[in-house]
């Protein structure tokens, strides 16, 4: 049993490698294939676009329009999109493509925002519960179960409301911060769950018991076999859910219990609105279509990560 | 059979799995026999089949000879260490030595990994086995051992066929120049067509390499052809141990001829001349086995002495080679040869 004895079996060793340049290459990782591979596809590519211009709007309002939110002028109240004013006038005369613009911020920070902590957080007590398994792991399942069983809306009602009172005196930072908090509060078990049943699927799978067969050490299984099989649904489950939160904030602002003035919004100039939607639908109508937008394009990107992150979808 | 010392021998091999009920606190109701006391030798450059049906604790025996279950009791030798007590360093210095080739090429591989970092992955692990600069290159000198592609480095698993798989997980298993591969079904689950080569590979392989098997398989044809000595599993425990021909031409426990009895003849004249033996009932549960004799439930044969007296495994008058029967005795069920 000698190298020479493997060297001599291997036959056709030097054949016309040269044919096959993208085979000779360096060995890729599968995040470097991934990457690759997304940027092939005008699926992902569109919606990025999309998001990246949102992002631009949301760092640099002032990029895309002189006309300030807040300036007021009643005499406009209403009146309908003009070369003046794209969107037309909202109740208060105030230009709605503006408060478009400047709504791009708070409604992308939370949502980006609330997916971050809820991913982390829920991630990292998934991982480990599916991991650890035994008594950890109940005991994380059952901290998340209750957590779990709070209906969204209505937690999210609940805590709000409850802080109505503490949060008059905050500022519009303060207001989104708390926002931002009760919805990862309740956004994260549903990431748990995702999390620990993909560490449980992957735990188990023959190819870890190859690589313990071989010797690895814990740390290499965790993060060459479980970690890359288990983060690929998380990922693409956070990816997703940017366009939910995104428009879940929406949904709390337009019940009155989430984002409100002096914060803009796109879920405030709804809600603000909906009364008036049969007397002139436009101060309602391009927010929401704005919304639309940019959750169909996170939902887009996510479609495509796990798409790219599936080696036998490709 | 190049050498005559074993190069590892099991001895008195017993893995319990607890029974529990109870989702918080987790009571013991028993336990079931999964291996029970099993003893071998496996040679140098030998093949040991293991066969037997579903359940009978053939994949726990392997994972046992792994290293990847401790075993309730019992020792598994390799060259005179017994590898069920070693930890750390000297139990990762073992795994060079013994490897496995799974069941199911389908689950083995890691379906986000490259073929050329699966293969590549035991040299990660062991550095000191190839030098970083040689190690693509050695990866590419197994791909094509195993007659892959040495090309197809960057694909993944899922663009190959099973039986490309299972060749895969067989360059796997060389990398690190084992002595000994467990092969746990290797080929249960490919076609038959496909069955062949593989089986043919692991052939040139062993006398490329000098390696030893052991062979496990629920398929007694696949078995007669590649092993040189056969154990037939029962229940947890080894019944009847020999040469194949001795196994295959004069078995003598009952339940080795019943299994021989429903192997397929490929040949008219001999399948009119076979007997067929149909068993009655299903193996009893491994929780609860039957006293005495663990097989009396469904043999023939049976006495009020085989559910009073466990049977040993050993030669008796009328049966030349160990074989754990009270009524042993010589029987061709098949007259095929």
Not at chain 1, 29 to 48: E, M, N, Q, V
Not at chain 2, 94 to 108: A, E, L
């Amino acid at each position: 049993m000698s190298d020479p004895q493997i060297a001599a079996m291997s036959r056709h060793e030097d054949e016309d490698r040269s044919a096959h340049p993208e085979m000779t290459g360096q060995v890729r990782s599968l995040w470097s294939d991934a990457w690759h591979d997304l940027l092939r596809k005008p699926s992902f590519l569109i919606p990025l676009v999309i998001v990246g211009l949102f992002v631009l709007i949301a760092i640099f309002p002032g990029l895309f329009t002189n006309a300030d939110p807040e300036y007021a002028e009643l005499s406009k109240s209403m009146q309908g999109p003009s070369a003046e004013a794209w969107f037309g006038y909202d109740l208060q005369g105030r230009d709605v493509f503006a408060r478009t613009i400047y709504g791009a911020r708070p409604s992308i920070i939370v949502g980006t925002l609330a997916v971050l902590l809820a991913t982390l957080f829920g991630g990292l007590i998934g991982i480990i519960a599916g991991y650890a398994g035994g008594w950890i792991d109940s005991l994380l399942s059952r901290f998340t179960e209750i957590f779990l069983g709070l209906p969204y809306v209505l937690g999210a009602i609940i805590i709000l409301s409850a802080l109505a009172n503490t949060r008059s005196g905050i500022g519009s930072f303060g207001i989104m911060m708390i926002v931002t908090l009760v919805m990862a509060l309740l956004g994260w078990p549903l990431v748990t769950r995702i999390a620990r049943s993909a560490m449980l699927a992957v735990k188990h799978s023959d190819y870890v018991q190859a690589a313990r067969g071989l010797g690895a050490s814990p740390v290499r299984i965790v993060f060459k076999h479980l970690l890359p099989n288990a983060l690929a649904p998380i990922i693409v489950i956070a990816t997703i859910s940017v366009g939910t939160f995104i428009s879940a904030e929406a949904v709390l602002s337009f019940l009155g219990i989430g984002l409100r003035p002096p914060v803009i919004s796109w879920g405030v100039a709804i809600a603000d609105h909906q009364n008036l939607m049969r007397q002139a639908a436009h101060p309602v109508l391009f927010p929401a279509a704005a919304l639309t937008v940019v959750v169909i394009a996170f939902v887009m990107i996510g479609d495509a990560v796990r798409e790219a992150l599936d080696p036998k979808l490709r | 059979m190049t050498h005559d010392e074993p190069v590892l021998q099991v001895r008195d091999l017993v893995k319990h799995f607890p029974l529990t009920q109870g989702v918080v606190f987790k009571r013991r109701i028993g336990e079931i026999k999964a291996v029970d006391g099993v003893s071998f030798d496996l040679n140098r450059g030998e093949t040991l089949g293991i066969v037997g049906e579903s359940g009978c604790g053939k994949s726990t025996l392997a994972k046992l000879m792994m290293a990847l279950e401790r075993p309730t009791a019992g020792q598994i030798l390799f060259e005179g260490t017994d590898i069920t007590q070693l930890k750390g360093k000297t139990l990762k210095a073992m795994r060079r030595k013994v490897q496995m080739v799974m069941q199911d090429p389908y689950t083995s591989l890691n379906p986000r990994m490259t073929v050329g970092d699966i293969v590549g992955e035991p040299f990660q692990i062991h550095p000191e086995v190839a030098p970083k600069g040689s190690r693509k290159q050695k990866v590419r000198e197994l791909l094509d051992v195993v007659g892959l592609d040495p090309d197809h480095i960057n694909r993944y698993p899922h663009q190959f066929s099973g039986g490309q798989r299972q060749r895969i997980g067989i360059a796997r298993g060389l990398a690190l120049r084992p002595d000994v591969i467990v092969c746990d079904e290797p080929v249960s689950a490919l076609d038959v067509s496909i069955q062949a080569q593989v089986i043919n590979l692991l052939e040139g392989l062993q006398d490329e390499f000098n390696l030893s098997y052991i062979f496990i398989a629920h398929d007694l044809s696949i078995v007669r052809h590649i092993a040189d000595r056969v154990a037939v599993m029962y229940l947890g425990k080894l019944v009847e141990v020999g040469s194949d021909a001795e196994i295959y031409e004069s078995p003598t426990h009952p339940y080795t001829q019943a299994l021989l009895s429903a192997v397929p003849v490929p040949d008219p004249e001999g399948r009119e001349s076979r007997e067929r033996i149909t068993l009655q009932g299903d193996p009893p549960s491994p929780a609860n086995p039957p006293s005495g004799c663990s097989f009396r439930t469904r043999c023939w044969k049976a006495q009020d002495v085989c559910a009073s007296e466990v049977p040993e495994l050993e030669p008796r008058a009328a049966a030349p080679h160990p074989s754990r029967c009270h009524f042993a005795e010589v029987h061709d069920v098949v007259h095929a040869s």
